[in-house]
């Protein structure tokens, strides 16, 4: 099976700080994706990628970017921590036309 | 534009009792269609999918759903709901090209009552 692996499950930061988000899967996928989830929201896009070194903006890709540097991990950088980022982060990686998801990042920023 | 509606934030259900937790969507040619399941504090789990073939589609768990190309409809059922099934159920679409991002409802929240 597919293993989608997201580095941390519980991160705090301070506003201002820079967070690196690690998302890493094991099959060799060329399409990746970052999701942000919040109540009543659901699933929010924000970045993917096609392949290395490539990426496209999602629906709400401001006060993110993203890194690609080798095919099995995309990182999320949020530049800048605010509060209005507290939110749960979702990595997923393409198979089969559907996605593999990792296990979350739930994300607080104080 | 390509969107996915989950009429219900809340379905309560009996243990035992059939349960349905519904999905509409919009989207331009032949979509295909999803259903993922959450736990408290996780990611997003398969549990089946449309593409194409048989409109009743088995999955996971013994959910099964069924695609209504008239009403436009994937809702997700179950026979007998089980306490284990409580959860947070997502309904996605994308259209046939990969790479094409997915859709989501915004969840429908499960509870069965033992």
């Known amino acids: 099976d597919v293993k989608v692996t997201q580095s941390s499950r519980y991160l705090v930061k301070r506003t201002g700080e820079k967070v690196f988000l690690e998302c890493v899967q094991d099959?060799?996928?060329?399409?990746m994706f970052w999701y942000r989830q919040d109540p009543g929201l659901g699933l929010r896009l924000i970045y993917f990628?096609?392949?290395?070194?490539?990426?496209e903006k999602g629906d709400i890709p401001e006060g993110y970017s993203v890194s690609r540097e080798k095919k099995e991990r995309f990182s999320l950088i949020l530049e800048s921590a605010s509060t209005n980022q507290t939110s749960m982060y979702l990595c997923?990686?393409?198979?089969?036309?559907?996605?593999?998801f990792g296990s979350g990042t739930r994300l607080t920023v104080v | 534009a390509q969107s996915v509606a989950q009429p219900e934030d809340q379905v309560n259900v009996a243990e035992g009792n059939p349960l349905t937790v519904k999905c509409t969507y919009s989207v331009s040619g032949n979509p295909y269609l999803f259903w993922y399941v959450q736990y408290p504090n996780r990611g997003l789990q398969f549990l089946l999918k449309?593409?194409?073939?048989?409109?009743l589609v088995k999955g996971s768990y013994g959910f099964e759903a069924e695609f209504n190309k008239s009403q436009t409809s994937f809702h997700l059922k179950k026979p007998s709901a089980l306490v284990s099934d409580s959860a947070l159920y997502f309904c996605a679409v994308r259209d046939k090209n990969p790479g094409n991002q997915f859709y989501f409802g915004t969840g429908t929240s499960l509870t069965v009552i033992p």
């Open positions: 990628s096609y392949d290395v070194k490539m990426k």
């Open positions: 099959m060799d996928h060329e399409n």
């Open positions: 997923a990686s393409e198979v089969n036309y559907g996605y593999t």
């Open positions: 449309y593409i194409t073939g048989d409109n």
